[in-house]
């Protein structure tokens, strides 16, 4: 290493660090001129000049390189070491030599002489809004092991006035970077702090070239790598990459947004991140993109192989990760749910006032030959009642309507990649209540995995289906062709706010219809003497896809819309629950219009039932969710059903044909 004398700033070679050497700490900035900081051609220059002239180089160089020089020089030490004139960048070899040593070397320094050049006297660093808490030396990635891998630090002004000591402001430190007052104490070793945490301390911290944001934290995992400037943001996965074979610690993986269990898996949704972005694509990834996606993992520590077997009574083994060219193999417990979500259990957890949540992640299925990817979008529903606010030119029936709420109802998704498991988390409360019924429980099991953690590992939108003049349905035939549809607590409230009344669902049921049967569901709305009808009913048919194939059964809906004519009320609901109730038959559209196919006609004068063009047509190839609008005299209705159970196994055959049912009724405007 290259040292400068501090009596002439002279350059001086060393095969290893001395026994006794100044160092300092601070920010690159440009000169009075414009100039940048002085390098190591340059004071070899300076050198070069003094020996024709006789002068002292020290009196040549820069006001901080000589600055610092008396400093060292007036507490006795006569060797010193600054990044921008002690390293010829011209040497590969050289460069790549100091970056991967600078920790060591800052940890060898005697005293590590930090000069902030914005910060002044006036006022004392403890102060709320000191200069010193809002220096640019606290935001800066190379900055963060200069201030933990010496034992000495004293910050100085710009004045080149001593401001306090590591030691003695250790609790303002901590306040200011949030690295633990052990740490910088030198009472508690990095190695026994998480990787997620020593993470978080540079998230907020910035550096002039991408590479530098893995490189400068080499020292920080005690991992060392070939520094290649010109890879970008590769160099931050090669230092996680490294990190990973050498540091046993999950808290790597467990970054990025997180969600409640229960909440993100009732509301799972296993999108693709088609025009998401480069930052969904990048959430998608087992590894993280930068520092920054640590932020918020301060809170995160390992949990040894004993407590993780215990809290979800497993085999104890040590889970394991290797980088492979189809994705990281993992080899960890997993639990698979019937939504075609998949939980992976990592042995590290959330300790926070007292409580403690074990830490999972979201995998999401890219299909056969790919590796899985990390987090899912959620859905999250609101209902509430909001009084309509008349403006002043408002007019008088505009105002008499003001008088009653209006139901408004907010839908809004989150992207989640990691949920939180209190200690004794019951699986089956993710479940959706129509399944928890089938599901007797969800054990965890050790399983090997291969997960993406490059953005080309990561599929951007949903594979497209094959170009065949024969039609090809990727699905597997339903050896019980029947129907369980759940009307959520949710769904009937909205009705009931909009004014319906569904006599024949009660709140949070469902409802079985088997293959060939009919079923008719009335909607009425007592203040607008509406009626309207949902008929449910079912085919069964050969499979296309297969010569002589089994039956495959498909779930059809329709939406009728009796008009009042001179019929009351009451002698419609006598025909909804006399002629229109459970039958048997198969139906079709001409003749379920004319009365036919095993159904009553309606007397004369009472035939005048629409039907609503169109109809939701459930296959199993395409049958994760299916939705149409249909429209009455004053009312649009969205109908939506969606499988809650993607990919059933082989053992879950009877959950197959499960559909949530969602209506969402909205007034015409007229």
């Given at each position: 290493?290259?040292?400068?004398?501090?009596?002439?700033?002279?350059?001086?070679?060393?095969?290893?660090?001395?026994?006794?050497?100044?160092?300092?700490?601070?920010?690159?900035?440009?000169?009075?001129?414009?100039?940048?900081?002085?390098?190591?051609?340059?004071?070899?220059?300076?050198?070069?000049?003094?020996?024709?002239?006789?002068?002292?180089?020290?009196?040549?160089?820069?006001?901080?390189?000589?600055?610092?020089?008396?400093?060292?020089?007036?507490?006795?030490?006569?060797?010193?070491?600054?990044?921008?004139?002690?390293?010829?960048?011209?040497?590969?070899?050289?460069?790549?030599?100091?970056?991967?040593?600078?920790?060591?070397?800052?940890?060898?320094?005697?005293?590590?002489?930090?000069?902030?050049?914005?910060?002044?006297?006036?006022?004392?660093?403890?102060?709320?809004?000191?200069?010193?808490?809002?220096?640019?030396?606290?935001?800066?990635?190379?900055?963060?092991?200069?201030?933990?891998?010496?034992?000495?630090?004293?910050?100085?002004?710009?004045?080149?006035?001593?401001?306090?000591?590591?030691?003695?402001?250790?609790?303002?430190?901590?306040?200011?970077?949030?690295?633990?007052?052990?740490?910088?104490?030198?009472?508690?070793?990095?190695?026994?702090?998480?990787?997620?945490?020593?993470?978080?301390?540079?998230?907020?911290?910035?550096?002039?070239?991408?590479?530098?944001?893995?490189?400068?934290?080499?020292?920080?995992?005690?991992?060392?790598?070939?520094?290649?400037?010109?890879?970008?943001?590769?160099?931050?996965?090669?230092?996680?990459?490294?990190?990973?074979?050498?540091?046993?610690?999950?808290?790597?993986?467990?970054?990025?947004?997180?969600?409640?269990?229960?909440?993100?898996?009732?509301?799972?949704?296993?999108?693709?991140?088609?025009?998401?972005?480069?930052?969904?694509?990048?959430?998608?990834?087992?590894?993280?993109?930068?520092?920054?996606?640590?932020?918020?993992?301060?809170?995160?520590?390992?949990?040894?192989?004993?407590?993780?077997?215990?809290?979800?009574?497993?085999?104890?083994?040590?889970?394991?990760?290797?980088?492979?060219?189809?994705?990281?193999?993992?080899?960890?417990?997993?639990?698979?749910?019937?939504?075609?979500?998949?939980?992976?259990?990592?042995?590290?957890?959330?300790?926070?006032?007292?409580?403690?949540?074990?830490?999972?992640?979201?995998?999401?299925?890219?299909?056969e030959g790919s590796p899985w990817c990390v987090g899912a979008r959620t859905l999250r529903e609101e209902l509430k009642l909001e009084r309509r606010n008349p403006g002043p030119s408002a007019s008088l029936v505009e105002r008499l309507?003001?008088?009653?709420?209006?139901?408004?109802?907010?839908?809004?998704?989150?992207?989640?990649?990691?949920?939180?498991?209190?200690?004794?988390?019951?699986?089956?409360?993710?479940?959706?209540?129509?399944?928890?019924?089938?599901?007797?429980?969800?054990?965890?099991?050790?399983?090997?995995?291969?997960?993406?953690?490059?953005?080309?590992?990561?599929?951007?939108?949903?594979?497209?289906?094959?170009?065949?003049?024969?039609?090809?349905?990727?699905?597997?035939?339903?050896?019980?062709?029947?129907?369980?549809?759940?009307?959520?607590?949710?769904?009937?409230l909205r009705l009931g706010l909009c004014g319906f009344d569904v006599p024949r669902i009660s709140r949070g049921s469902s409802l079985d219809l088997s293959a060939g049967e009919h079923l008719s569901i009335p909607f009425f709305n007592?203040?607008?003497?509406?009626?309207?009808?949902?008929?449910?009913?079912?085919?069964?048919?050969?499979?296309?896809?297969?010569?002589?194939?089994?039956?495959?059964?498909?779930?059809?809906?329709?939406?009728?819309?009796?008009?009042?004519?001179?019929?009351?009320?009451?002698?419609?609901?006598?025909?909804?629950?006399?002629?229109?109730?459970?039958?048997?038959?198969?139906?079709?559209?001409?003749?379920?219009?004319?009365?036919?196919?095993?159904?009553?006609?309606?007397?004369?004068?009472?035939?005048?039932?629409?039907?609503?063009?169109?109809?939701?047509?459930?296959?199993?190839?395409?049958?994760?969710?299916?939705?149409?609008?249909?429209?009455?005299?004053?009312?649009?209705?969205?109908?939506?059903?969606?499988?809650?159970?993607?990919?059933?196994?082989?053992?879950?055959?009877?959950?197959?044909?499960?559909?949530?049912?969602?209506?969402?009724?909205?007034?015409?405007?007229?």
């Open positions: 290493m290259w040292l400068l004398t501090t009596d002439r700033a002279e350059l001086k070679w060393f095969d290893r660090p001395p026994r006794k050497y100044a160092i300092l700490s601070h920010v690159w900035q440009k000169g009075e001129n414009g100039s940048p900081e002085q390098t190591f051609q340059e004071l070899w220059e300076a050198a070069r000049v003094c020996v024709n002239s006789g002068g002292n180089p020290r009196d040549l160089v820069s006001p901080k390189i000589r600055d610092c020089c008396l400093w060292a020089q007036e507490h006795g030490l006569e060797l010193l070491w600054i990044d921008t004139c002690c390293i010829d960048k011209t040497n590969s070899a050289e460069l790549h030599e100091a970056i991967n040593s600078m920790f060591a070397w800052y940890a060898s320094a005697t005293v590590c002489y930090a000069f902030l050049y914005d910060v002044t006297t006036r006022e004392p660093p403890n102060s709320p809004d000191s200069t010193f808490r809002n220096s640019v030396w606290f935001k800066r990635g190379w900055t963060l092991q200069e201030l933990i891998a010496p034992k000495v630090v004293i910050f100085l002004s710009q004045d080149w006035i001593p401001i306090a000591s590591k030691h003695s402001i250790s609790d303002v430190l901590e306040e200011i970077t949030g690295i633990d007052a052990a740490v910088l104490l030198g009472t508690k070793p990095l190695h026994e702090v998480s990787v997620a945490r020593r993470m978080s301390w540079a998230s907020k911290r910035e550096t002039t070239r991408v590479e530098d944001e893995a490189y400068c934290l080499m020292g920080i995992f005690g991992v060392h790598l070939p520094t290649i400037y010109g890879e970008g943001k590769q160099a931050f996965l090669r230092l996680q990459e490294e990190i990973m074979r050498r540091i046993p610690d999950t808290t790597l993986f467990a970054w990025g947004p997180r969600g409640d269990p229960v909440e993100t898996m009732v509301g799972y949704r296993s999108v693709f991140p088609t025009s998401r972005g480069t930052t969904y694509i990048e959430r998608s990834c087992l590894l993280a993109p930068n520092a920054a996606a640590f932020a918020n993992c301060s809170d995160l520590q390992i949990v040894s192989k004993k407590i993780f077997a215990a809290a979800y009574a497993i085999t104890p083994h040590n889970p394991s990760f290797t980088v492979t060219s189809h994705g990281i193999q993992a080899t960890c417990p997993v639990v698979h749910f019937p939504s075609g979500c998949t939980l992976l259990l990592l042995p590290c957890c959330k300790a926070e006032s007292g409580t403690t949540s074990l830490v999972a992640l979201i995998l999401r299925f890219q299909g309507l003001a008088r009653s709420p209006a139901v408004v109802s907010r839908r809004s998704h989150m992207d989640v990649r990691c949920v939180l498991l209190p200690l004794g988390f019951n699986f089956r409360e993710c479940l959706q209540r129509p399944l928890k019924q089938q599901v007797q429980s969800l054990i965890p099991i050790w399983e090997r995995s291969y997960i993406a953690y490059r953005t080309e590992h990561v599929l951007c939108q949903d594979p497209a289906p094959l170009k065949d003049s024969t039609p090809v349905f990727q699905r597997q035939p339903s050896r019980s062709p029947s129907y369980r549809l759940f009307f959520p607590e949710w769904v009937i007592w203040v607008g003497k509406e009626q309207i009808r949902m008929d449910l009913r079912t085919e069964v048919h050969p499979d296309c896809s297969l010569a002589d194939g089994p039956l495959v059964a498909a779930l059809w809906c329709s939406i009728l819309i009796p008009s009042d004519g001179a019929m009351s009320l009451d002698a419609q609901v006598n025909i909804q629950d006399g002629l229109w109730g459970r039958s048997s038959g198969i139906l079709d559209e001409e003749n379920f219009a004319s009365g036919s196919s095993g159904v009553p006609s309606l007397a004369d004068g009472e035939d005048d039932i629409e039907l609503e063009a169109g109809f939701v047509d459930l296959w199993e190839h395409s049958g994760r969710k299916g939705s149409k609008e249909f429209f009455s005299g004053s009312w649009r209705f969205l109908l939506t059903f969606t499988r809650l159970c993607d990919t059933p196994g082989a053992d879950d055959a009877g959950m197959r044909n499960v559909y949530l049912v969602d209506i969402n009724p909205s007034p015409i405007e007229t």
